[in-house]
Structure formats: structure tokens, C-alpha cells
């Protein structure tokens, strides 16, 4: 039998109507619109879609909305003071500065100098520390895990007492999304094991997951012999392998493959999300979400 589909897409639809609704609310009841900042150093074409993706959701929903673009040769000190200035900035609610960024600059100083009250991506330590305490504790979840735990509660599958396993141990994905499947919790409460690059046996810890994460970044590493018939499989890989000449724009455009075989994994699995369509469209939503949360917190409403 053919595996149910997990839409991201529509998933993410579903939250944005959700957030929109709130936004509106926020403005009418409190007079608070939701303010967020994306700043990108230099012209990555990737980032350069990202960011426009994020402003134009953030517009959408009604948010007070910036992209401060910085040229590639930006001094570390410099971006340093900017996010200084946007850290004091009352109507800026979210900083989010896209990743890579240039070489010449310290990810780690230029992340942990992002107020964490602010940091929307959750990438701060001490928001890693409160989402590891958990409950009341976590202010923000980081957006990949955050939409990935949405999927799997949306489609109605019970997280509490189920083997998940986590393919991958990135800071982004593997790590925080099983800390946070282990909380106790609703969407949570599993036992949890994490699989990575010096796992002896990958295949025989797969088989027995009943909700299977996978966030390895290599194309279609999980066969369909590696999963119990029945089980909930999250795609988090988006992998170009090539290019192609889109139908609709007759534009080139990338050929995306999963860490998951998909279409032989459909005819094994309970339901499975695909790439592109599956976690993707949930991270820029989720993004939404934490900028929406940071708003009512500074406006101290619950
Ligand atoms: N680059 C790719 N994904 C992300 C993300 O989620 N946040 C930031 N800041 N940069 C990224």
C-alpha cells in the first residue's frame, strides 16, 4: 500500500492562516505589530532566495518587515554594531542573520551577539540550553525541528512511547529535535536514539523506528529495506544533484533529492513527506511563529 503524503505545504498553509489571524488580533487588541529583520552579507544566490522567501511570508502575515542588505566585505565589527543597533531597536522583535556568512567573520561571535530574546532561529546557547531544560524554559524552538515536530503531530502520529530515530546529529536538525522529542511532553515523551556517520549498524537501528527522522544530507542514503512497514518518515534532506529546465518557467532550475529513496520508501512507510514539499516550506513558517511568540513576550502577553 502507498504511504499517506505529509504535506509541508499545505501544513504550512494551514499554520501561516493561524499566525495571520494572530498578527491581525495582536495589532487590533495591543496596538503590536511583529517586527523582524533578515540581514544578509554579501550575494549568495541560495541565501538571496532564502531571505526573499522569509521577507515575503513575513509581509504576508502582516509584519513589520526589514532586509538589510551588507556587501561581502563587511568587517566583523561592523556587523557586530549593526546587530547591536537592531538589538536595542524596540519595533524589531526577530534578528535573524542568514547563514554562511563570509569567511572572514566569526559565525559563533556574530550569533551569540544576537540579543537571545530576539533570536528567532534559536541558534544562541543559551537558547540551545533552554530548549535542552525544556518546558516553560524553551522560548524559541530552532525552525527546521520546530516545523518537523508540527508535521509529525498535524498527521496525527503519537510521539509519546515511540521509537523515533534521528539519522544525523547537525546542531541545525539531529541534536535539537531529539532533545526535543525526548521532553516530556505533548508532540514528545519518545525514546529517542541518534544515528550518525560512526554508527556500526545504520540499517538495523532504521528498522526499528516508528517515526524516522532523517537529516544525514546524503541523497537517498535510507533504503526501503530500512523501514518498518507502517512508520512516520520525515525528509529534512534537500540535496541538488543536478539541474533542469523548468516546465512552468522555462527557467533552470535545481534537481532537489531527499535523504530518503521516496518513491520506493512510499510503498513501505505509513506516511512520508517529500522533497521538496515536505519540511521545507515548515522552517520559514516556523520562523514566523518564534518572531510572533517574541512579540507578545516583549509586550509580556502569554
Ligand atoms: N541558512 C540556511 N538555513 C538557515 C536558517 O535556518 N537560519 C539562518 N540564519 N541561516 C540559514
Known sequence: MSARIISGTEIAAQIREELKKEVAELKEKHGIVPGLITILVGKNPASVSYVTGKQKTAHELGFYSLQDDQPENISEADLLKLIDKYNNDPKIH??????????????????NAINPDKDVDAFHPVN???LMIGGDEAKFLPCTPAGIQELIMRSGFETSGAEVVVVGRSNIVGKPIANMLLQKGKGANATVTVVHTGTKNLEAHCKRADILIVAAGVPHLVKPEWIKPGACVIDVGVNRVGEKISEKTGKTVPILRGDVDFDAAKEIAGAITPVPGGVGPMTITMLMKNTVTSAKMAAGIK
Open 94 to 111: 526577530g534578528i535573524l542573520v542568514q547563514l554562511p556568512i563570509p569567511k572572514h567573520i566569526d559565525e559563533k561571535k556574530v550569533l
Open 128 to 130: 540551545v540550553g533552554r
